[in-house]
């Protein structure tokens, strides 16, 4: 019995060892003196042992690029801060990529961050500490733009921290595959996570606040110099918002900011793009939460085909745009000769979105030539504030302007004339079209759409048709139900082949073979 005793202590002792305290290499913790070195010193010390655990005890670490390594353990204690240093020479500096023309800056480069790791196998950062980037990551190309980047990484877990202003990204992982991100607080001014051409990925648990961007978002971008998909994701049990940046770890949720720099409501959601080179499949987006935030956004605009998408149980209050947004379009920021991409499979259900800016209906459109294919729509309520009508909508700018409003109030000039513009080459956001022609759902260049038990309120009376359908095919609405004023059609079908409609208040039950321009 001794003998065991004494093995059992010393096994303690050296599983106590196997831990590397940052003071104990010489960071003094103290928020004035640069630890970067001895931060790095510890990492390097715990990888010549085979990994091991590289301890922040509390205090606040003022410190430029931290290098992580195989089979290292950051562990930041409750009260620990890593302080980004306003000092533009304490970061490595951005590595060469003959691809960055493909992408933005912040996405071709990895080594000017305040934490990074490249071709690294089982790497963690873990603990209640405090990433704080506010003095040192921003979002140009000198100095630190990441508080965390990771390039072709393998086995990853990041737990329990948080972020404040983690630059152009918080989290950048690119390349990574078994990823797992759990339980983190991120309060930052650009992006929250990016997830960008990975595989086999947990997002859980985790709140993300970014006002000025998006809070967690998919991405398959040309960085690596190859179209690499991100597959086999899971996002479950967050929450996004567009509150002012620093009141969601403050607990004050202040909603002072209107718009975010592309002048839009905020930010603050889960989106799929804009950068989407590789494709997107196996996806799967559960039991999330959005306040004050734009809606769900799934774009293929760069020749990416985004298939196998499920999506469920979400809430959205204050939403600042489309609440569902569902883009095909043909920017093609990738090499010459990548093909147009394309959408299908993708199943959105039990969506209640409540105050909705009303200026953006809900959106599924391609581009000529190419649908977005086979979507499901199921259990979906979305009450929008309304209070539109047709003047205001005439007033905007002709080309913006579907002939649908100009022949309601009173003008006759022919469709083809004030086509709703097509835009197939813009960046996608809900806005880029202008007052799109319907209040509840604007569904254009699309097959295989079905809508089942979906439900569109206006708070406000809002003079717009609740559904349009322009240049769709293959549709299913089913127990729609709407309720728009008197003399104003439920329904607006546009250049469109084979509509069943079931069950549907407002609108009498069965298949409209071919309409060019008929409202019901």
Known sequence: ????????????????????????????????????DSINRAIEAASAAGGGTVQF???????????????????????????????????????????????????????????????????AIVGHGLIDGTKGLTRGERGADKAIALKLCRNVTLRDFSILSGGH??????????????????????????????????IANTSANTPNDDAIVLKTTFALGAFRPTENVTIVNCFVSGYDIGSLLDGTYKRTVTRAPDRDGPTGRVKLGTESNGDFRNIVISNV????????????????RIEDVAISNITMRDVSNA???????????????????????????????????????????GIPGHDVEDVTLTNIRLVYRGGLNLDQVAKEPPDLVNTFFFRASGGVPPREAFATPEREKEYPEPSMFGLVPASGFFIRHARGIELNDVHLVQMKEDHRPPLVLDQARDILLERVTA??????????????????????????????????????
């Not at 304490?90 to 071709?108: I, K, L, M, V």
């Not at 439920?490 to 069950?503: F, P």
Request: proline letters at 6%; one cysteine or more; a negative charge.
């Open 323 to 365: 609440p569902i947004f569902i883009r095909l379009g043909s920017r093609m920021r990738a090499p010459e000769g990548t093909p147009v991409g394309s959408i299908r499979r993708v199943h959105i259900a039990n969506v209640v979105a409540y105050d909705a800016d009303p200026r953006y209906a809900s959106i599924v459109s």
């Open 289 to 304: 939460v959005f306040d004050r935030s734009r809606g769900l956004a799934l774009e293929s605009v760069d020749g990416a």
């Open 57 to 123: 005890p509390a205090g606040t670490y003022l410190t430029g690029s931290i290098r992580l390594r195989s089979h290292i353990t950051l562990q930041l204690d409750a009260g620990a801060i890593l302080e980004a240093s306003p000092d533009p020479a304490a970061y490595d500096p951005a590595e060469p990529n003959e691809f960055t023309r493909f992408q933005d800056f912040g996405h071709s480069h990895w080594h000017n961050s305040l934490i990074w790791g490249e071709g690294l196998d089982n790497v």
């Open 483 to 520: 309720a728009p004023p008197a003399g104003v059609p439920s329904l607006v079908l546009l250049k469109t082949e084979n509509v069943d409609i079931r069950n549907s208040a407002h609108l009498p039950d069965g298949r409209i073979e071919r309409a060019d321009h008929k409202e019901m």
């Open 169 to 202: 990204f918080g989290i950048l992982a690119t390349g990574v595959d078994n990823l797992t991100i759990d339980n983190l607080r991120i309060d930052t001014n650009r992006d929250g996570i990016d997830v960008d051409s990975c595989r086999n990925v947990r």
């Open 1 to 36: 019995m001794t003998k065991l005793i004494a093995a059992v202590l010393l096994s303690g002792v050296c599983a106590y060892a196997a831990a590397f305290d940052v003071k104990a290499f010489g960071a003094k913790g103290d928020g004035k003196t640069p630890d970067r």
